[in-house]
Each structure stands twice: as C-alpha cells, then as structure tokens.
C-alpha cells in the first residue's frame, strides 16, 4: 500500500490514463486548506467521512459532513452522539445516516466495510437524508431559535437565587463547601487563612 503527506497549501495529486504517476492508496492532507476541504467534503469519489476523536465538544465534521450528503463514521462519545444518528436505529420512521462506533480499529473497519456494500439507492437516499438532518437541526435560522428560545427560557425561569438577600441555604452550601475543602486538604499555613478568608467573605456579602 502506497502513500502520500501533502502539506498545507500543497495541490492535490491528480493523474491521467495516460500521463502522471499513479495516485496512492492513501493521501494524508496536513492542516488542509478550506478549498481543500470544499472539494473533498463535495467530491463524487469521497465515499465516507471519518471523524477520529473522542469526547469532541461538538464537532463541527461531521454536520458539515452531513451537509454534504456524505455517511459519517465516528465515535460512540461527545457531540457526535447529539448530532449524529446511528445507521441502524430508526427515528421518525426513518435511518441514521452515521455509524456511531467505539474506538477500535476492528469495529471501525467493519463500519467502513459495511459503507462500502452500500448500493447507489442507498446512498442516495442516506445523502438526503443526512442534508435534511443538518438543515433542521443545524441551519443558521435554526441554531439562532434555539439559542433565543434557551435564552426566554432561563428569563422566565426568574432570578438568580441572591444570598445576600437572605438565602440562608445557599449560605449553608456555601460554608459546607468550605469546610469540606478544609476536611479533605487539613489546616496548615495555606489552607487556614484561605478557609478564614473565605468565611469572613460570606459573612460580608451575607450581611451587608
């Protein structure tokens, strides 16, 4: 098995029936440019997107992925379970359009193996529904309603708890924290004055 490490900016090896060198079984693009990624996430010959990381906040990939009509292979933790939906389960009578998957080289290779059996028909009908998917649920229209809907939500949930205005549990927690704190850490020339300054602020902001 042959391959290729392209740098940033580099251009992307192409060859011909007749001329060039043969392309390799495997391109490895460092920190590839926006074009770059335009043409891959674009291309007819790219057949799947696979997203490596784990625990990954969000993982904005695989939506752009999704996008693009390409089926998605990730991790079984972190964002892509949000925004992905597993193959093989079935939501609102219809598939997933990703292979949610642990991080094991034999259990990857098998997803891989069971994207490339896919028929033309069923890709196509996966592509579609995976850009249905990232435009309602990831749309700029949609991600601002649901940022303002979560912001009316906290705004009617009323206001912040004020310990300073007589919320005697908070102080509670507080002063149990603090003591906790000192338990687990003992007293010494660190953790005394830092415990003593603590209550002392309490009591200021409790009594002020």
């Known amino acids: 098995m042959s391959f290729s490490i392209i740098s940033n900016g580099t251009k992307l090896p192409e060859a ?3 001329q060039g060198p043969p392309l ?3 391109i490895f693009l460092l920190n590839f440019t926006t074009r770059q990624r335009q043409y891959l996430l674009h ?4 057949i799947c997107f696979l997203y490596t990381p784990g625990n990954e906040h969000f993982g904005i990939g695989p939506v752009e992925a999704m996008a693009c009509g390409l089926p998605v292979i990730a991790c079984t933790s972190g964002g892509p379970t949000e925004s992905l ?3 093989n389960t079935t939501v609102e009578g219809e598939r997933g359009t990703a292979w949610l998957r642990d991080p094991d080289p034999g259990t990857w ?3 891989m193996t069971e994207v ?3 028929s033309a028909e069923e890709r196509q009908q996966l592509g579609g529904r995976a850009k249905r998917r990232a435009r309602e649920k990831f749309s700029l229209q949609e991600m601002t309603t649901g940022f303002e809907t979560a912001i009316e ?3 009617n949930m009323g206001p912040v708890l004020d310990i300073s205005g007589g919320g005697v549990l908070g102080v509670f ?3 149990f924290a603090i003591v906790s704190w000192v338990e687990y850490n003992g007293l010494n020339s660190a953790s005394g004055p830092i415990a003593i300054l603590s209550i002392l602020g309490l009591a200021f902001v409790y009594y002020r």
Request: hydrophobic letters at 50%; glycine letters at 0%; proline letters at 8%.
């Open 16 to 18: 011909t029936v007749t």
């Open 173 to 175: 927690v507080a002063l």
């Open 116 to 118: 490339l059996q896919l």
């Open 153 to 155: 939500d906290a705004f």
């Open 85 to 87: 939906i597993d193959y």
């Open 109 to 111: 290779a098998k997803a």
């Open 24 to 26: 390799p079984d495997v």
């Open 43 to 46: 291309s007819p010959r790219s």
